[in-house]
């Protein structure tokens, strides 16, 4: 069975600084694996979505990386801002009849003015 | 173009009735998604249609839970007997094909009285 784990629960750090939010998943066998976005009471915007060939994607401040064989991928964020504050998710597609996405608990980041 | 809408976007309801949760997907998005996530929790998947057909109900945690998809676009979820373990924020997403990036909706919070 899939498991999905982010680490860590909740992070708060002051503007400017560069930082790291880890997920790390138990079966390798996916399709590809993307990270969102979610703001209180909001849904979910997809921020980067990295193929299972793929080591990694980059899009504005903003790097993921996957390393599929150790399980394990890497949202890297630069120069954060206050705007950046929200529950971070990682996601992993099942490479089956579904592509079902199975979610980790999430990262609260707060980046604090 | 219009995203993924859900409605409505909230309900409060009692122990034992029955509620529908209605979901509209990206018009020409084949694939439809039901995702519920508690407080603190990542989403975690429920059902998944191609087209008209469940093609995987897997996540549905009982029989009070049913969902339908009668002409391959809008899809509604219906929650019998409603508990209050059923609280939570219920997320549809759709995609083009199921390898496709999934689009979430806004979700509709459910409390359960």
């Known amino acids: 069975k899939q498991e999905v784990t982010q680490i860590p629960a909740a992070l708060s750090v002051p503007e400017g600084e560069n930082l790291v939010l880890n997920c790390s998943f138990t079966?390798?066998?996916?399709?590809?694996l993307q990270w969102f976005r979610q703001d209180p009471g909001k849904g979910l915007t997809s921020l980067l979505l990295?193929?299972?060939?793929?080591r990694e994607q980059t899009s504005g401040r903003l790097n993921a990386s996957l390393d599929k064989s150790s399980g394990r991928s890497t949202l890297y964020i630069a120069a954060s801002q206050p705007g950046d504050s929200a529950t971070y998710l990682c996601?992993?597609?099942?490479?089956?009849?579904?592509?079902?996405?199975?979610f980790g608990s999430g990262t609260r980041l707060l980046v604090r003015p | 173009g219009a995203g993924v809408s859900q409605t409505p976007s909230n309900k409060v309801t009692e122990k034992g009735k029955y509620v529908e949760l209605r979901c509209d997907p990206i018009?020409?998005?084949?694939?439809l998604y039901w995702y519920r996530q508690s407080l603190g929790q990542g989403p975690e998947f429920l059902i998944y249609?191609?087209?008209?057909?469940?093609?995987?109900d897997s996540g549905l945690p009982n029989d009070r839970f049913f969902a339908v998809r009668p002409e391959g676009s809008v899809s509604t979820l219906k929650i019998q007997r409603t508990e209050r373990g059923d609280s939570a924020v219920y997320l549809c997403?759709?995609?083009?094909?199921?390898?496709?990036?999934?689009?979430f909706g806004p979700g509709t919070r459910l409390l359960v009285l």
């Open positions: 996601a992993v597609c099942r490479m089956d009849s579904s592509y079902k996405l199975i």
């Open positions: 079966d390798s066998a996916i399709y590809n």
């Open positions: 990295i193929q299972s060939s793929q």
């Open positions: 018009s020409g998005h084949t694939a």
């Open positions: 249609f191609q087209g008209t057909g469940a093609a995987d």
């Open positions: 997403a759709s995609a083009l094909v199921a390898t496709e990036t999934q689009y």
